[in-house]
């Protein structure tokens, strides 16, 4: 791999400053994009889906934990398995009690949802160190309702919004072992709860993943966004306070 251009501090400040325009408009593109992300319609969720967790079955408005929103990480974990797969390992290891808490305090909960029984979660979790939320979809239909894993026997064969054909013929087939093998796939799901309505906002799949970071990043992703408007003061410019110190539970 070759390095860089060595030049003079005059050229490289220059060369900065026009990249610099150009990351100030992936910027405002990016906030533009988020905005229209929220605008999203929902969709009613009328199927009882069920999980098993720590403390037994439970319902997906339970997965709320009494909070307006629910983002669920899609984990790689199929019921043969005995470990988890190694890419949505390392997105896990990086999934810091920090993240949660202040996810927390925008009324928003984070969970990882994968359909290999609850045991064989727990005992993964306890051997990476995790402490995250972790619940099993495992008999239940919703890996597949939110193209979390395909399945030509079942009739599932949508990711990321394209079916296997349409895959292969982009050439973005790799996602797929093809014929009629299950397919598990990683991705978020993003929820929202009126009363006891749970409604589906939002999904991303495939490398829209690597979009997310710290908790604005995860929280762009939700209908509710980083609940921070504020209305620019007259005279003397001010930061904003948030509605709810990240902090705080």
């Known amino acids: 791999m070759s390095l860089p251009e060595i030049v003079s501090q005059t050229e490289w400040l220059a ?3 026009a990249l610099l325009e150009k990351e100030k408009a992936m910027t405002r593109a990016r906030d533009a994009l988020c905005v229209e992300r929220r605008k999203l319609p929902m969709v009613r969720i009328d199927k009882p889906y069920r999980f098993q967790g720590e403390d037994g079955e439970v319902s997906l408005l339970d ?18 398995w005995e470990k988890g797969c190694k890419g949505c390992t390392a997105d896990a290891d990086e999934m810091a009690d920090g993240l949660i808490r202040h996810l927390n305090a925008r009324n928003t909960t984070l969970v990882h949802v994968s359909r290999a029984p609850l045991a064989k979660l727990l005992s993964y979790r306890a051997e990476r ?27 599932q064969e949508t990711y990321n919004y394209r079916t296997v054909a349409e895959h292969q013929k982009a050439g ?12 598990e796939l990683s991705g978020r799901s993003v929820f929202l709860h009126d009363g006891d ?3 589906h906002t939002y999904s991303q799949y495939g490398r829209g993943g690597e979009a997310t970071g710290g908790a604005y ?10 609940q921070e408007e504020w209305e620019e003061p007259k005279g003397r410019v001010e930061f904003p306070k948030p509605a709810q110190p990240f902090f705080e539970n």
């Open 15 to 17: 060369a900065r400053k």
């Open 217 to 226: 990043y995860w929280l762009d992703l939700t209908p509710l966004g980083r």
């Open 197 to 199: 309505t749970v409604y």
């Open 63 to 80: 997965l709320f934990e009494g909070r307006r929103q629910l983002i669920v990480a899609h984990f790689m974990f199929a019921p043969e």
């Open 172 to 183: 973005t087939g790799y996602y797929f072992d093809g014929g009629s093998k299950s397919t």
């Open 129 to 155: 160190g995790w402490n995250f939320r972790w619940y099993s979809s495992y008999g239940s239909d919703f890996n597949y309702d939110f193209q979390a894993t395909v399945d030509p026997e079942r009739g």
